[in-house]
Nanobody, 116 residues
Framework: QLQLVESGGGLVQPGGSLTLSCAAS????????IGWFRQAPGKEREGVAC????????DYADSVSGRFTISRDNVINTAYLQMNSLKPEDTAVYYC?????????WGQGTQVTVSS
């Protein structure tokens, strides 16, 4: 079965850190571009970070640049989103996406709540 499974979400205080994982099964993540997206209540889904399938180049939304880091471990077929200096406005459901040509896969999402 081809799927992505996110994990690592939870409740964290402002200024804290979390690392989200995105594990792929049924396909090789190495060749795919990977994106992390988030959707807050009442808002549209937005992209926050991406990493290319070849070369490993990365890009970040302005709102998370300097605080979030996207990475991948092709050996264990997993991508990550390291989130530091979290703010209440980072509260959302976070989704990972793997995209290659005409194939695109989404995970089920993991909740991140930043609150004191």
């Amino acid at each position: 079965q081809l799927q992505l499974v996110e994990s690592g979400g939870g409740l964290v205080q402002p200024g804290g850190s979390l690392t989200l994982s995105c594990a792929a099964s049924g396909f090789t993540l190495e060749y795919y571009a990977i994106g992390w997206f988030r959707q807050a209540p009442g808002k549209e889904r937005e992209g926050v970070a991406c990493i290319h399938g070849t070369g490993g180049g990365t890009d970040y939304a302005d709102s998370v640049s300097g605080r979030f880091t996207i990475s991948r471990d092709n050996v264990i077929n997993t991508a990550y989103l390291q989130m530091n200096s979290l703010k209440p406005e980072d509260t959302a459901v976070y989704y990972c996406n793997a995209n290659l040509r005409f194939s695109s896969y989404w995970g089920q999402g993991t909740q991140v709540t930043v609150s004191s």
